[in-house]
């Protein structure tokens, strides 16, 4: 697959553009359902200009000290995206090696 070319999110099947770099990205939909283990909404950030990330529980606004976050019960990775923004992955099998 290039850039141009689409797949289903890994969540909800939705076509989202293809990016080799990341190639088990969620949909924005998805994006906004990231939830911790207890299912509390999570936001993310990024630090600074240059980057960085930071997830914090939206309600309450402690920081969450893991990028593992659900989606629809699927265990997810977010992280800074290479160019600015953040990023959200299914996992495979727990394996953060694969994330």
Same mark, same amino acid.
């Given at each position: =697959?290039?850039?141009?070319?689409?797949?289903?999110?890994?969540?909800?099947?939705?076509?989202?553009?293809?990016?080799?770099?990341?190639?088990?990205?969620?949909?924005? !939909?998805?994006?906004?359902? $990231?939830?911790? $283990?207890?299912?509390?909404?999570?936001?993310?950030? !990024?630090?600074? =200009?240059?980057?960085?990330?930071?997830?914090?529980?939206?309600?309450?606004?402690?920081?969450?000290?893991?990028?593992?976050?659900?989606?629809?019960?699927?265990?997810?990775?977010?992280?800074?995206?290479?160019?600015?923004?953040?990023?959200?992955?299914? =996992?495979?099998?727990?394996?953060?090696? !694969?994330?």
């Amino acid at each position: =697959m290039n850039s141009t070319e689409f797949y289903p999110c890994p969540i909800c099947s939705t076509l989202v553009k293809y990016f080799t770099r990341y190639p088990r990205a969620v949909c924005n !939909n998805c994006y906004g359902k $990231a939830s911790d $283990a207890q299912g509390r909404k999570l936001s993310f950030f !990024n630090t600074s =200009m240059s980057g960085g990330f930071e997830a914090i529980v939206t309600e309450t606004q402690e920081r969450h000290q893991s990028h593992i976050c659900y989606i629809n019960g699927v265990k997810c990775w977010a992280d800074e995206a290479r160019f600015g923004g953040i990023v959200i992955e299914a =996992m495979i099998d727990d394996d953060l090696a !694969n994330h």
